[in-house]
């Protein structure tokens, strides 16, 4: 038993983890708004984050950024880094906030969105990638985390259901 | 002792960053490879390969019932550059034929085939960095790392190549990672084909591709055509990359940078080839 959360809960969230990597790779594809893509499986982890520990947000993250960089990426460690940073961090504060006030989702997502555009300019601008094109990036940067932002909401929403269904307790 | 039980979990934190730090540098200089998730990652792969299809195939049924009115018009328009480019052909096969070197280079690249495999994407990168995608094909389909992506078609005779798509980064059992011509880490030589002067064009952050020559002297217009040199030997030569959409000259103005519209819509591709060596 992982302290402050029951293994049932664990394993609830981290198939939802593996779920949501699915779906943000391949379905969320053809379903872009302004040719931007919301982020699931960020908005997924500040969502169990929040509800969580530091811990245990900061494993579910890690999980996250390894599915990405094992599946997707060539550079291994880049988003296991971002993801187990944004959930240890957002975890560990957590506690600080009022975790039933959805605003409190909504800032914690949009802010998540921007940190961790941030911390990817930085990690490949030590990498030695050309980042001076990356203010093109801005744009859809805001966008998405506008859209990362008012989704958690329906998102949590939605967690929240399917916690009641599977009898597990959020 | 104390201290370690005290302060447990800040020593986790930071180890697992140092940890993540030092992969990221060796992975990104090539002195480690990807992780392979084995069995769980072919299960994801699979998962992936599903759910891709079930969202195209639902994206181009919607698409179809809306586009079944444009239909006709772009029907008509097809028959007739299908007789412009019949015509067309047939003046240059009359100009080739005149010359017997044209004719055996001519004879020689109609000939020449790919060995190739099928692939199907089953994931996107649709982060805004990268310009990346997995296919259904890998080591036990004879796929290895540096093999080109190409979209093609496939004829009675052969595949008809429509453009790059990029390189196989990444071989799993049963999936590969590749990395697209407007990714950052893909630099690909090429030749002018109006003038056959080369260079590198490379890919970037922001999804455009921009390239330069070897020769600062040489030129370039809108609208020339891009294809692999060869040069190198990663690529194999004559891959249509693209065309030169803008010249623009550096800032010390001694060299043009130019920048390319792939030959390729990299946000619709399905089925790609890959050719192997």
Redesign the interface.
């Given at each position: 038993m992982i302290k402050g959360l029951n293994m049932k809960k664990y394993i609830f969230m981290s198939s939802l983890i593996i779920i949501g990597f699915v779906l943000q790779t391949s379905l969320m594809g053809f379903i872009n708004l302004f040719n931007v893509i919301p982020n699931i499986s960020l908005i997924l982890l500040v969502i169990f984050a929040m509800l969580t520990d530091g811990v245990s947000g900061g494993t579910l993250g890690l999980l996250t950024g390894i599915l990405y960089d094992a599946m997707i990426y060539d550079i291994f460690g880049l988003y296991a880094l971002i993801y187990f940073l944004t959930g240890a961090v957002i975890g560990t504060i957590s506690d600080e906030m009022l975790r039933e006030n959805q605003l409190v989702y909504s800032l914690a997502a949009g802010l998540s969105t921007i940190v961790m555009h941030l911390l990817l300019y930085l990690i490949l601008f030590f990498l030695r990638f050309r980042v001076q094109s990356a203010h093109g990036l801005l744009p859809s940067i805001l966008v998405e985390t506008i859209l990362n932002a008012v989704l958690v909401v329906f998102v949590l929403r939605f967690f929240i259901y399917l916690s009641y269904r599977f009898n597990v307790k959020a | 002792m104390n201290f370690l039980k005290r302060h447990f979990?800040k020593i986790?934190?930071f180890l697992?960053?140092f940890i993540?730090?030092?992969?990221?540098g060796l992975?990104?200089i090539g002195r480690?490879?990807?992780?392979?998730?084995g069995f769980f990652?072919n299960f994801?792969?699979g998962?992936?390969?599903l759910?891709?299809k079930?969202?195209?195939t639902?994206?181009n049924s919607f698409y179809s019932v809306q586009e079944i009115v444009k239909m006709r018009e772009e029907n008509i328009m097809l028959t007739e550059n299908v007789y412009k480019l019949r015509d067309q052909v047939r003046m240059l096969e009359n100009i080739v034929n005149k010359s017997d070197a044209l004719k055996t280079e001519y004879e020689m690249r109609k000939s020449l085939s790919y060995d190739y495999v099928v692939g199907q994407v089953?994931?996107?990168?649709?982060?805004?960095?990268?310009s990346?995608f997995?296919v259904d094909r890998g080591e036990n389909d004879g796929i290895r790392q540096n093999d080109i992506v190409i979209q093609a078609v496939k004829t009675d005779d052969n595949i008809v190549q429509i453009g790059l798509l990029g390189i196989v980064?990444?071989t799993s059992s049963d999936w590969s990672?590749i990395?697209t011509v407007t990714d950052?880490?893909c630099k690909v030589s090429f030749k002018n084909n109006a003038n056959d002067e080369s260079g590198i064009v490379q890919g970037?952050?922001?999804g455009?591709i921009t390239g330069y020559f070897f020769n600062s002297k040489a030129g370039a217009k809108a609208g020339d055509s891009l294809v692999t040199s060869g040069i190198g030997e990663v690529y194999i030569p004559d891959i249509y990359i693209g065309d030169v959409k803008d010249v623009v000259k550096t800032t010390d103005a001694s060299t043009l940078r130019i920048i390319v519209e792939p030959a390729v819509d990299l946000t619709k591709i399905g089925r790609v080839y890959i050719l192997t060596k």
């Open positions: - | 979990k986790l934190f697992t960053i993540l730090i030092i992969m990221i992975s990104s480690m490879e990807g992780a392979d998730l990652g994801i792969a998962l992936q390969k759910t891709y079930t969202g195209g639902f994206t089953i994931a996107v990168d649709n982060s805004n960095w990268f990346r997995t980064a990444e990672k990395i950052e880490r970037s952050i922001d455009t």
